[in-house]
Structure formats: structure tokens, C-alpha cells
């Protein structure tokens, strides 16, 4: 065991791998526009196994499910609404998505 005082900002996060963890833009209040300012972090992705996230509106209704499938150097992210204005990263890289589907090479 682990013992010790922690913040929010220092209590440390494991994340098993081939997730996609969605972060917002606003740290001072828990109801905004969740999809405004948002960043996808995708943590150590599987070649061929789909890794995939759900956003929820502030009042709860689902407004889009996206998901990432890894194949060699490339990534495609495709999505149930437009990805239009939302950020990905991963391995410390960021890119600005659009439509509902998108292909990076790493």
C-alpha cells in the first residue's frame, strides 16, 4: 500500500492500455459544454482492437461515440458525430480532428 496526501492535480491516474480517455477544457465547474475544447488521449493502443470512447452533454444524453483503431503507424478515428473542433493526442502528438472519420500517420 500506498500512503500519502494528494491534490487533484498530483494524485496519480493509471490507465490500462488501448484506451481512449476524453479531457475537457474547463477545470473550475462540472457542468459546461463537455465537447468544447476537447482533447481524446489515447494510451498505448493494440494493432487491430478497436479502443473507444463515449461523450456524454452536460445533462447526460450521449452525444457521440468515437473510436480508434491502431494499424502499424497509422490510426484512424471514426465517430458518430462530427469531430470537428476536438483534439487528439497521442505519444505526446496532438491533432486536429474533422468530419467523422480521420486517418494519422505516427
Known amino acids: 500500500w500506498y ?4 491534490d ?3 494524485l ?6 488501448n484506451t481512449l480517455l476524453a479531457i475537457g477544457s474547463v477545470d ?10 476537447l482533447t481524446i488521449k489515447a494510451f498505448e493502443l493494440s494493432d487491430d482492437k478497436d479502443a473507444i470512447c463515449t461523450i ?9 461515440t468515437i ?8 490510426v484512424t478515428l471514426s465517430s458518430s458525430n ?14 486536429n ?7 494519422i500517420n505516427l
Do not use: C, M, Q
Open 12 to 17: 496519480p491516474l493509471y490507465i490500462k492500455e
Open 8 to 10: 487533484y492535480f498530483s
Open 56 to 64: 456524454v452533454e452536460s445533462n447526460g444524453d450521449k452525444w457521440a
Open 28 to 37: 473550475d465547474r462540472p457542468d459546461y459544454e463537455y465537447k468544447k475544447g
Open 82 to 95: 462530427s469531430l470537428d473542433g476536438i483534439k487528439f493526442e497521442i505519444n505526446n502528438k496532438f491533432f
Open 3 to 6: 500512503h500519502g496526501k494528494y
Open 97 to 103: 480532428l474533422s468530419g467523422n472519420s480521420t486517418e
Open 67 to 74: 473510436t480508434a483503431r491502431k494499424n502499424g503507424n497509422k
